[in-house]
């Protein structure tokens, strides 16, 4: 029989934005081990709801890892305690009977607190607006392998493109800074032929939203690589740094 464990959680509530939020303690009873956290805490609003009171808001679609919705810090780790791991597939199995977590949204000052657990990361989006896209008239779609690309370019590219946008690197980091994510957006498209032509572009537009919207700098902390569900690396960052030290010095894109 699967074990099962009780646990107590001290729960950020928040009711809005301008709200004053507190910690809340909940008691998460008999919670099958081969449960995900998540599903622990549907089982806590469950219990919340029947009681009459508000359940936690927390963030969540896929629940399979791809779409970066889910993500919260328990006790001081963006996404829970397991390297590589989003927070909707974190299983309980991973905590002991009797343990006490500090579950709290993602805190960075340009992801305001919706509610609860539920942080805005539209300025996610407003970077990728301001230049993770191609768009080149490519003319019809040509015939597969007629752009050549060697095979570590395009593993280096699909790495890269890995990336969730969930925002733990942002969260992890003490300048909260989103220069993994950009990096990651911005390699993905740089090191394929087909992101060549906009790469300066690209390169200049984003990190200037970055900053625009409040994230701090990068000063090589390592906790956003270390925190990172998808195992983004730090080499991207190099690589945007050369991208945009190329981009400032070549172009006439500012
Ligand atoms: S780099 Fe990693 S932590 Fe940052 S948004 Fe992408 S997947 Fe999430
Ligand atoms: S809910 Fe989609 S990555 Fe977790």
Not at 98 to 123: C, H, N, Q
Not at 193 to 217: I, Y
Request: charged share 25%.
């Amino acid at each position: 029989m699967t074990p099962k464990i009780s646990l107590a959680l001290k729960v950020w509530r928040q009711e809005g934005p301008n709200v004053k939020g507190r910690l809340e303690t909940y008691y998460a009873e008999n919670i099958s081990t081969d449960m995900s956290f998540l599903e622990m805490l549907d089982v806590v609003n469950e219990q919340l709801t029947l009681d009459g009171k508000e359940p936690i808001a927390f963030d969540y679609d896929c629940r399979e890892g791809i779409c970066g919705q889910c993500g919260c810090v328990v006790s001081g780790r963006p996404h829970g305690p397991e390297k590589g791991t989003t927070l909707c597939q974190l299983h309980m199995r991973h905590f002991s009977d009797g343990d006490t977590l500090v579950i709290e949204p993602f805190r960075a000052r340009a992801f305001k607190v919706v509610k609860d657990l539920v942080v805005d990361r539209s300025p996610f989006d407003k970077i990728i607006q301001a230049g993770g896209y191609i768009s080149a008239n490519t003319g019809g779609a040509p015939d597969a392998n007629n752009i050549l690309i060697p095979q570590d370019m395009a593993d280096r590219a699909m790495d890269a493109a890995a990336c969730i946008g969930c925002g733990a690197c942002v969260a992890a980091c003490p300048n909260a800074s989103a220069m993994l994510f950009v990096s990651a957006k911005v390699s993905h498209l740089a090191l394929l032929p087909q992101g060549r032509p906009e790469a300066a572009k690209r390169a200049l537009s984003m990190v200037k939203a970055m900053d625009d919207l409040c994230f701090g700098n990068c000063s090589n902390e390592r906790e956003c690589e270390a925190e990172c569900p998808k195992e983004i690396t730090i080499v991207n960052i190099a690589r945007l740094n050369r991208e945009f030290i190329k981009a400032g010095l070549f172009s006439s894109v500012v």
